[in-house]
């Protein structure tokens, strides 16, 4: 039945991508669920006349005083309307009231393709973007006591990076005097994961947060091994670049992505300038030697993924140097149970 519903998925993400850049293997994704230590995953799938036609997962974070819980609900396109959807969002804040969480996340995701023609729209308390009130996503959301909290960009650069752009942004990127950057693919050097472990555990203080509830993360060591050893089992392993403040030996700065072993789509995880480091430079510093360790490592990635809150102007002016693209909006919806 695994297998089944990752073809069920696979088929919705190909219906409303109209591309397969986020289709995945059934031992991709299984790897993802294996990978339960610091986050307890709990999935009900619907079935109807012998086949399955929906789901959601319930992704609960197991971090001291966590009080959040993230839903994802999908029903095949072919099903939609029949209340399939609200039976099993329905089923997932059940989980979580069991759980003890009184915040659940839901998603929408809305690709550029669809954002052009909106008569009117929802918007987050922060942030300029707003997702189009027509959609049937946007409205089961509101429907259901949802209310907006962020939008998310997603934004889409093309590679190889032009020579002019590349040389301008290393020109900026050689203004962060003071640090280093260092590079690793899969596997943190012994010698600094304390230090990105502590750095990692500020992408839940630092980022920007204004309208929704976000669960403090404790990184270790040990959580960073694990993250890395999940994604090598995925075939997925992370490229990071940080930097380092050379007097202090501190990480400042980091930013991940994951190298698939073939296609030419690649995604970025996290990117990060700790509060105290910021105002050098140094988001373009790991961006762009990322980029080139990317190209060594990936030369037939020609297309990178990012997402970014709506509201992090910093970040996005950021990506719009490199000259990342709107490739779509996510809506990062939550209300409080119980």
Same mark, same amino acid.
Request: no cysteine; glycine share 6%.
């Given at each position: 039945m695994f297998e089944e519903l990752v073809g069920v998925l696979n088929g919705i993400s190909v219906a409303l991508w109209q591309a397969d850049d986020f289709v995945e293997t059934a031992e991709e994704a299984l790897a993802s669920f294996r990978a339960q230590e610091y986050q307890e995953k709990i999935l009900l799938v619907a079935v109807e006349d012998g086949v399955v036609v929906g789901r959601v997962q319930a992704d609960f974070p197991l971090d001291e +005083?966590?009080?959040?819980?993230?839903?994802?609900?999908?029903v095949a396109p072919a099903v939609r309307g029949r209340g399939i959807g609200s039976a099993l969002l329905a089923a997932g804040e059940e989980l979580a009231a069991e759980g003890g969480?009184?915040?659940?996340?839901?998603?929408?995701?809305?690709?550029?393709?669809?954002?052009?023609?909106?008569?009117?729209?929802?918007?987050?308390?922060?942030?300029?973007?707003?997702?189009?009130?027509?959609?049937?996503?946007?409205?089961?959301a509101l429907?259901?006591?949802?209310?907006? /909290?962020?939008?998310?960009?997603?934004?889409?650069?093309?590679?190889?990076?032009?020579?002019?752009?590349?040389?301008?942004?290393?020109?900026?990127?050689?203004s962060a005097t003071g640090y280093r950057?260092?590079?690793?693919?899969?596997?943190?050097?012994?010698?600094l994961?304390?230090?990105?472990?502590? =750095?990692?555990?500020?992408?839940?203080?630092?980022?920007?947060q204004s309208g929704i509830a976000l669960d403090r993360e404790a990184w270790t060591g040990d959580r960073v091994r694990a993250q890395e050893r999940e994604l090598e089992d995925r075939g997925e392993p992370l490229l990071v670049t940080a930097a380092q403040h050379i007097a202090s030996g501190e990480l400042a700065a980091y930013t991940e992505i994951a190298v698939p072993a073939d296609g030419d789509k690649a995604e970025q995880y996290d990117t990060l300038v700790a509060v105290p480091h910021r105002g050098h430079r140094? /988001?373009?510093?790991?961006?762009?030697? +990322?980029?080139?360790? =990317?190209?060594?490592?990936?030369?037939?990635?020609?297309?990178?993924?990012?997402?970014n809150a709506d509201e992090n102007v910093p970040m996005l002016a950021i990506n719009r140097a490199f000259g990342f693209q709107l490739h779509a909006l996510t809506g990062h919806w939550q209300k409080v149970v119980g």
């Open positions: +005083n966590a009080e959040t819980v993230s839903l994802l609900v999908d969480r009184r915040v659940v996340s839901a998603y929408t995701e809305h690709p550029a393709r669809t954002l052009g023609d909106s008569v009117s729209v929802v918007r987050a308390r922060a942030g300029s973007a707003g997702l189009p009130a027509e959609s049937p996503d946007v409205r089961f429907r259901h006591g949802y209310r907006l /909290g962020q939008v998310e960009r997603s934004s889409e650069l093309l590679l190889p990076l032009p020579r002019a752009r590349e040389a301008g942004l290393a020109s900026t990127a050689a950057a260092v590079s690793w693919l899969g596997h943190a050097p012994d010698d994961l304390d230090r990105f472990a502590a =750095l990692k555990a500020r992408m839940s203080i630092d980022v920007p140094l /988001g373009t510093l790991v961006k762009l030697q +990322n980029i080139h360790e =990317l190209a060594v490592h990936a030369p037939y990635i020609t297309r990178l993924l990012t997402w």
